[in-house]
Nanobody, 124 residues
């Protein structure tokens, strides 16, 4: 069984920053073997890809809507993936989920693992 636990969400004013973390655990789970990603879903909207990163961390991909503002990274020694979010906008408000097991750049594999999500709210 694999667990993904997100943290770091909250309420921030437009223009502010947040750093999300996603800690992965599992008895037979080798973190560095998995491409990781962040997705978000706002009320009444479909799930949206945000960013992804390869298992080694050498390749990253961003959605056009966050390019230049958000940065995905990972620390394989800590089994953790991060999403640094700068210059936040009200339209970034959503529940942010991390996922393990992507087919890069942005497709969830049928066997992907999914976290419970963390709320990010950006006020005008």
């Amino acid at each position: 069984q694999v667990q993904l636990v997100e943290s770091g969400g909250g309420l921030v004013q437009a223009g502010g920053s947040l750093r999300l973390s996603c800690a992965a655990s599992g008895r037979t789970f080798t973190f560095s073997n998995y491409a990781m990603g962040w997705f978000r879903q706002a009320p009444g909207k479909e799930r949206e890809f945000v960013a992804s990163i390869s298992g080694s961390g050498g390749r990253t991909y961003d959605a056009d809507s966050v390019k230049g503002r958000f940065t995905i990274s990972r620390d394989n020694a800590k089994n953790t993936v991060y999403l640094q979010m700068n210059s936040l906008k009200p339209e970034d408000t959503a529940v942010y989920h991390c996922a393990a097991g992507l087919i890069l750049p942005r497709t969830l594999s049928p066997l992907a693992y999914w976290g419970q999500g963390t709320q990010v709210t950006v006020s005008p």
